[in-house]
């Protein structure tokens, strides 16, 4: 990229939507982080009080717990039409909810996006596990006769994009992004890409999931959560005493959009969206890199990328989801690009509040950064009473801090040992 | 009134007059109730209106696709709740032929007076 890109190639983000366990608006997810509230309730599922998972990261207002759309409620705020909910997933109604919110904080109507040829969709999601259980459980039970004529459409992992990209009519581009944990941020940092080359001139960007047992439970069998039943102690990134992480489910959605065409409007520009870099483990299929080479790597190219130095980062949404493994690589990236060459950001996992919502974890960070970048503040590391001697120099604040950054950077690891770091810098026209 | 446990999940969702009349269906074979099921579904299929909301009684002279709105994946929903419903199969060459809503209701009927009593 040049130095200086024009405006018609500089991605800027002008809306936000959020539905997520602190909060399903701007407002209350703004006083969550501050206040460092965690979203964090009690769950049982299946219906075993055994079993070894106790907490998730939970949406209220809305109940999407049937395996029939008919039998959804959410909050009347938003219209989702019969033609619509026929084929969403349960995390389809947060997502179609969280694009409502966000178009409306930057200032589009529907009409504006609809059949647009500059305006792009991209998704992430795993799909829903739930309604494909159920659905082939159906057609399992007929033998194969007969089945849902909305299972795939509304089950597969792209369920987000099939559903939302006719929902909105939009006709610049819809595409899904799967690399796990790193989903979102992929479709973020594609996004970016696509404003900068010119193809598109705005990109709506909405990861979810669901927090119900099919979503959540298999993580479980990989030894991957946290067994605790106090909120205080489950979900606490970095804590030498953190034992997993804590599943969720909601959405964010987030508005990149050409800077001339937000000024052009009179839409108020939350943040600059400066750069992004990717990098792979090469390593393992689901563990991190130990020393978390490939997270370093990510984050020098996204520094690269928006032409700024490690010094120059005041703070870091670090994707840490308190599991031992991956804390720890984190950890030890951070002290390779930060520490050891004297810079030190503020550096926090916002997971202690919310739980760790997978693939939409990237885009919701993305939008907390957002927030801090706009509000001009610091979130904390909830929940972190001892830090990991290997965090050892890096700057982890327990509590919010009310000091405005000016470049933030957000950090996502996906299975596979994907990585993707994106950097947001506060707007200053 | 039929209680929740003598009700199939396709039905669970429909109002209590309709499930009453699954129930004289079922143990009468009175094909006038049928058909308050099967308007019922047509209702509750139709891909335009809201959600939430519910529509004026149906004529069985008005077209699923022209005039109700229908589009394919609709049609095949109500289908597939039929077969669901009653344990039957249709093919798509049976679907293709059904252009109104009195069609459905007849086909659906013909089909049943062929299959065993429900159970």
Request: charged content about 20%; aromatic content about 6%.
């Amino acid at each position: 990229m040049s130095a200086t890109p024009s405006s018609s190639r500089r991605p800027v983000v002008t809306g936000l939507g959020f539905i997520t366990p602190i909060g399903n608006d701007r407002a209350s997810v703004l006083a969550s982080l501050r206040e460092g509230r965690h979203g964090l309730a009690p769950v049982e599922f299946l219906g075993n009080p055994h079993l070894p998972v106790k907490l998730a990261g939970t949406v209220r207002d809305f109940d999407v717990s049937s395996t029939s759309s008919r039998d959804w409620t959410w909050p009347s705020r938003y219209a989702i039409p019969r033609e619509t909910l026929r084929g969403l997933a349960p995390h389809g109604v947060f997502a179609l909810c969280a694009i409502e919110q966000a178009l409306a904080e930057a200032g589009l109507a529907p009409e504006a996006v609809a059949h647009d040829p500059g305006t792009g969709l991209f998704c992430a999601s795993a799909g829903s596990a739930r309604l494909l259980h159920h659905h082939l459980g159906q057609l399992d039970a007929a033998r194969g006769e007969r089945g849902n004529p909305m299972g795939v459409l509304s089950s597969i992992s792209g369920t987000l994009n099939f559903n939302l990209g006719a929902h909105f009519h939009i006709t610049g581009a819809v595409c899904g992004f799967v690399s796990a944990c790193a989903s979102s941020s992929h479709a973020l940092g594609y996004a970016c890409d696509e404003i900068r080359l010119g193809r598109l001139r705005r990109v709506i960007v909405v990861g979810a999931e669901e927090h119900n047992a099919e979503t959540i439970l298999p993580f479980a069998a990989m030894r991957a959560l946290s067994a605790q039943s106090d909120p205080a102690l489950a979900s606490c990134p970095f804590d030498v005493a953190r034992d997993g992480f804590v599943g969720a489910g909601g959405a964010v959605a987030v508005i990149l959009e050409a800077a001339d065409l937000a000024q052009a409007r009179g839409a108020p520009v939350l943040a600059e969206f400066a750069g992004w870099g990717q990098s792979a483990d090469g390593h393992s299929v689901a563990m991190s890199h130990p020393e978390g080479a490939g997270l370093r790597l990510a984050m020098q190219r996204a520094l690269a990328d928006a032409e700024v130095t490690p010094a120059q980062i005041d703070y870091v949404n670090a994707h840490a989801t308190s599991t031992p493994v991956g804390d720890r690589a984190e950890a030890l990236a951070l002290r390779a690009v930060f520490t050891e060459g004297g810079a030190r950001p503020r550096v926090s996992s916002t997971k202690g509040l919310t739980g760790h919502p997978l693939s939409m974890a990237g885009v919701m960070e993305a939008a907390f950064c957002t927030l801090a970048l706009a509000e001009g503040f610091v979130p904390g590391n909830a929940h972190l009473r001892t830090a990991d001697p290997v965090c050892e120099g890096l700057d982890l604040p327990r509590e919010s801090v009310a000091v405005a950054p000016g470049w933030v950077l957000n950090n996502s690891s996906g299975f596979g040992g994907s990585n993707v770091c994106h950097v947001l810098r506060r707007w200053a026209g | 009134m039929p209680s929740s446990s003598d009700t199939p999940p396709p039905l669970l969702r429909f109002p209590a007059e309709v499930r009453a009349a699954y129930q004289g269906f079922c143990c009468t074979r009175d094909e006038a109730a049928l058909r308050v099921v099967i308007f019922a579904a047509v209702l509750d299929f139709m891909p335009k209106s809201s959600a939430h909301s519910r529509v004026d009684a149906l004529r069985p002279e008005q077209r699923l696709i022209e005039d109700l709105g229908f589009d394919s994946l609709a049609v095949a929903e109500t289908v597939f709740f039929f077969e669901d419903l009653f344990q039957v199969t249709i093919k798509n060459e049976e679907i293709l032929a059904l252009r109104t809503v009195g069609e459905l209701g007849d086909f659906v009927a013909r089909r049943l007076r062929e299959k065993a009593p429900v159970a």
